[in-house]
């Protein structure tokens, strides 16, 4: 009897023993499977985090290398343009500004402006000329002009003019600039592919 509950005993144990190491191999397999996924799904992402960081820093070094690009070319024509600008204003600066400041060319000019203004309509005309020249051209203006023109004619004078003068008529619908900024920046535009050419080869 003894030996027949020993027999159940050990046969019990060794069940017990052999389903709680299958159970236990079957949760360690289970663990090992999640463990594995979980290392996976982390060297995944891991992956994914380093393509990402390398695309980013792959697209800011292009911007970066482009915004510098831009900035240089940007300075370097800026530099040209300034170059230009000194030539020209070296060769033409002030020679307008001289010869448009000639009381008696800007008499002869603006009589022949106002006499085809005069012949074509008659408007009242609105003139704008050097304050530097106010006090030559103030009577030529109030006498002489005045009397040769159907129409009235006010005069102002301003310091923004260095020589020169505009015209047209009172109610600002036109003018014709004839200042000396005005022939400065035609013969500019004139000269500039010139002098482009001559300093940069372009």
Partial sequence: MENKLQELTDKLYKEGLSKGKE???AIIAKAEAKATMIIEEAQKKAKEIVRKAENDARDFR?????DVKMAATQSVQATKTDIENLMLKGIIGGKSASVLSSVDFVKEIITAVAERFNSQESVDLELVLPESLKAELEPFVSGELASILSSKITATYSGRVKGGFTIGPKDGSYF???TAEAFENLIGEYMRPVTRKMLFGE
Avoid: A, Y
């Fill in 62 to 66: 292009v911007k970066v290398e482009g």
């Fill in 176 to 178: 014709i600039d004839l």
């Fill in 23 to 25: 159970e236990g191999e």
